[in-house]
């Protein structure tokens, strides 16, 4: 079976038990799932091998029988001769059955066998999260780019995509509350809240949950731009051009701030039916609030004992908010660094760049955390330095403390960030076949690596199931020492083109250190890199 993400449950193949034979028309009984759960299952069928799907009352091809499941996203897929039946929860379990079926026509399909084996199997996920995030703020890609790809995550069962809608370099969604965003701090680009409906209305019918993030207080440049009381000391500054981390950020300090965000988040809430509402909180830089009155007067009336406490006391107040609209919020890890964060925030963990953990300790404590650990997951550094394999091959860490376990892990997340990312072939090349790894890794608990990119060769052709747009296998699926050759002849360039590019990194030369030896025991492990250069002829 090529199915990726490869299936959890147990699986029984019919023992002379014939062949279900695929027609070119296939009329699927829906039961009592809603319609929409077959559309996506129709589309792709129509559109992939020309066969023709009907949904019907009546309809014995393939039924749909709607019963309890052990977990909300199980299905089991039951193929015998004359009929398939999938069983399943929900619309969701049913989606994920008949994305795992869809693989199957199309490999048999294409195989010219045009039959299904009679067999039995059920699957269930390992992490009930399994995302990709898609930075449109930094540059924009239109709708239709971000249909294409919510399809192929739908296609390999990751249901979450994080939207990161707000960055320095633009806003991306109209505000009739607040229209200057828009107007002024999105550079012509941006969706209308209609677009934003229609998209989230796609998503859901492909199994995917949209979470918007919105990132506050830091990153905040294009808000400020029309907004320009949100800052400490009403500064007066363009949307950014270049990239990195800014020094003019939002107010904790003000009442004002408070009450422009509620405002915005009454009207950003309706747009998005997940339980879920990202508000950031990474990259922000003190040096404004070390010297705004605002900023040290709340600190001195809630007892504050660093600028660290007065970020967390303002994530916690906004968390606070969110709460009551019913929805969860969900942070970088970043503002752990204060002592006062709230337990009910659930954390994107990313990295550390401080000598000792302070992530650790509350995810110790039980904090809720989803797990998109840049050496593994940022997909817009070259294959050669987050490799396929450590997607692949990951368990959540943080830093030395490995085979963490509990219900508080929520499950991973792979980020595309675009500060370097301009169009829609980069976006798609940057991320096409690292998902499908990225999907076993956070679906599928018994994990081969080698097994997997046999299944992945066939999903390429001839079966063509991965449609975005990728790099040839080769240079994807690199070894370790193709891996390191390939990053050594990067470094020094990619190196010069960020110091140009980047007009501040926001940390400190400790801390730039730091991050530079991390990512080398990384991509090089206990390489000797002077002896490994020279006998690479690199020297």
């Known amino acids: ?71 909300s996203e199980r299905y089991e897929l039951e193929i015998k001769p004359d009929t398939i039946t999938l069983h399943a929860a929900n619309e969701l379990g049913a989606i994920w059955g008949l994305a795992t079926l869809y693989q199957m026509i199309i490999d048999a399909r294409n195989s010219g066998q045009n039959k299904l084996d009679a067999q039995v199997f059920s699957d269930e996920p390992k992490f009930p999260h399994r995302g990709l995030l898609v930075d449109v703020g930094r540059h924009f890609f239109d709708v239709d780019e971000m249909k294409r790809i919510i399809e192929e995550m739908s296609v390999y069962k990751l249901n979450v995509l994080h939207w990161h809608l707000s960055e320095d370099q ?12 828009h107007e002024s701090a999105s550079n012509g680009q941006y969706y209308t809240q209609q677009q934003i409906k229609e998209i ?26 029309a907004y320009k009381e949100l800052s400490c000391f009403d500064e007066e500054i363009a949307v950014a051009s270049g990239y990195g981390v800014f020094r003019v950020v939002m ?21 998005f039916p997940s339980p879920y509402f990202h508000m950031g909180g990474d990259e922000c830089p003190r040096d404004r609030w070390e010297r705004c009155p605002h900023c040290n007067e709340r600190m001195k009336q809630h007892q504050l004992e660093s600028y660290d406490d007065l970020q967390g006391y303002f994530m916690n107040q906004i968390n606070a908010y969110l709460k009551g609209k019913g929805k969860t919020m969900i942070g970088w890890s970043d503002f752990l660094k204060a002592s006062n964060v709230s337990q009910d925030i659930v954390i994107q963990y ?63 997340e792979g980020t595309i960030w675009t500060e370097r990312v301009l169009t829609n072939e980069q976006l798609e090349s940057m991320i096409s076949l690292r998902i499908q790894a990225l999907a076993e890794a956070a679906w599928t608990i018994d994990r081969d690596y080698d097994e997997f990119l046999e299944r992945l060769k066939a999903h390429l052709q001839p079966n063509h199931i991965a449609k975005l747009i990728s790099l040839p296998f080769e240079e994807v699926a690199l070894t370790d020492e193709q891996a390191m050759v390939t990053a050594l002849k990067m470094m020094s360039a990619m190196k010069s083109e960020m110091s140009e590019t980047f007009t501040d990194a926001g940390i400190s030369d400790e801390e730039k250190n730091r991050i530079g030896q991390m990512f080398n025991a990384e991509i090089f492990g206990d390489t000797d890199l002077r002896e490994f250069a020279k006998k690479m002829g690199l020297s």
């Open 1 to 71: 079976m090529i199915v990726i993400p490869k299936i959890n449950g147990k699986h029984v193949a019919g023992q002379d038990a014939g062949h279900f034979l695929l027609k070119d028309v296939l009329s699927v009984n829906a039961g009592e799932f809603a319609a929409w759960a077959v559309h996506s299952f129709a589309s792709r069928l129509q559109q992939s091998c020309a066969i023709a799907v009907t949904v019907t009352d009546s309809g014995n091809d393939i039924t749909l029988v709607k019963e309890p499941m052990q977990s």
């Open 170 to 181: 633009g806003w991306r969604i109209e505000s009739k509350v607040y229209p200057r965003l």
């Open 200 to 225: 989230v209305q796609y998503a859901k019918e492909r199994g995917v949950e949209i979470i918007p993030e919105f990132d506050i207080p830091g990153h905040s440049s294009a808000a400020i731009s």
């Open 251 to 271: 107010c904790p300090g003000k009442d004002s701030t408070y009450q422009w965000i509620f405002n915005l988040l009454d009207e950003l809430v309706e747009l």
């Open 350 to 412: 990313w990295l550390e760049n401080t000598a000792e953990s302070y992530v650790y300790p509350y995810f110790a404590a039980g904090q809720k955390m989803i797990f998109s650990d840049m050496f593994n997951f940022y997909f817009d550094y070259p294959h050669c330095m987050v490799k396929l394999r450590k997607t692949y091959e990951y368990d959540p860490k943080i830093r030395e403390h490995t085979q963490l376990s509990g219900d508080h892990i929520l499950g991973l």
